[in-house]
């Protein structure tokens, strides 16, 4: 592990948070970046977050994000991570407010306007429609789509009522999800343009404030249910709303956009000796 002071940024989406770093000068050898993330984002003896985002160059972009979940997992995407990269790439003069940035989901466009920013999905499909998921106590109908990762969308009636932890992480190391698993949204439609939404991630392996894609999944399957339209609130469990916009297809979506605020709460040094 390296030793050195490293300075970061603290952000967060929706209550979705995330620590990042400039590593367009290396910092952090490749091989030991899992383990780090672990470290960093372990919440009470680290500084505590949902994810580990650096930022890297690229030959392709305006920069290319190493995006790890808190276990040191490496997805192929987080929405509320990447509009807090982009935000954060524009604020340092690493890309121009319209910008494109390099992920294991492919090259992906943003638009930063401030607090605002609006991120295109790539990856979006797969769509298999009411998949009954055994669990211990009740079988869960849950429909499963790929928005850059993959989720589990069921509707519910209560969303108070549900065991978001338990229910979550049994549909989410199910065998039908497996080898890669799931995340797990629970929904409740609130008319054509607005719905409610608790996820458990994938990778985080808890209930967290929001979540990006999962805002997207759960929005797309309502539409697909005759539930929704374009532009959809999704008020997420951190208290932030954000703006799904997308057009619907015969079997498929276009133009599908996550909206939303991309907030800096502080910028500081990471100890990596006192870290480890």
């Not at 300075?7 to 000068?25: A, C, E, Q, S, T």
């Not at 769509?127 to 869960?140: A, K, Y």
Request: with cysteine.
């Amino acid at each position: 592990m390296v030793s050195r002071t490293i300075p970061f940024y603290k952000m967060h989406g929706g209550g979705n948070d995330f620590v990042l770093i400039d590593h367009r000068r290396q910092i952090i050898p490749e091989a030991e970046q899992p383990r780090f993330a672990r470290l960093v984002c372990a919440r009470k003896v680290g500084v505590g977050a949902d994810g580990l985002i650096l930022l890297e160059n690229s030959d392709i972009a305006d920069f290319r994000w190493r995006f790890y979940n808190a276990d040191g997992s490496e997805p192929e995407m987080c929405g509320n991570g990447g509009r807090c990269a982009a935000r954060l790439a524009v604020i340092l003069g690493i890309a121009p407010p319209n910008l494109h940035f390099e992920t294991l989901a492919g090259v992906i466009h943003a638009e930063v306007a401030g607090h605002q920013v609006r991120l295109l999905m790539t990856g979006v499909g797969d769509f298999r429609p009411e998949q009954q998921v055994p669990l211990n106590d009740v079988v869960l109908t849950g429909h499963f789509l790929k928005v850059g990762v993959p989720h589990v969308v069921a509707p519910v009636e209560d969303l108070e009522k549900v065991p978001v932890t338990v229910w979550g992480r049994a549909v989410r190391f199910h065998p039908m999800f497996q080898p890669a698993g799931t995340n797990v949204n629970f929904v409740r439609f609130q008319g054509s343009h607005a719905l409610e939404v608790r996820t458990y991630e994938r990778g985080v392996e808890d209930e967290t404030l929001a979540c990006g894609t999962g805002a997207v999944a759960a929005t797309l399957v309502a539409a697909r249910l005759g539930k929704a339209a374009s532009p959809v609130a999704v008020h997420t469990r951190g208290g932030e709303t954000l703006t799904i916009h997308f057009q619907p297809q015969e079997n498929s979506f276009t133009d599908v956009y996550l909206e939303g605020r991309a907030l800096i709460v502080f910028q500081g040094e990471l100890w990596v000796d006192e870290l480890i």
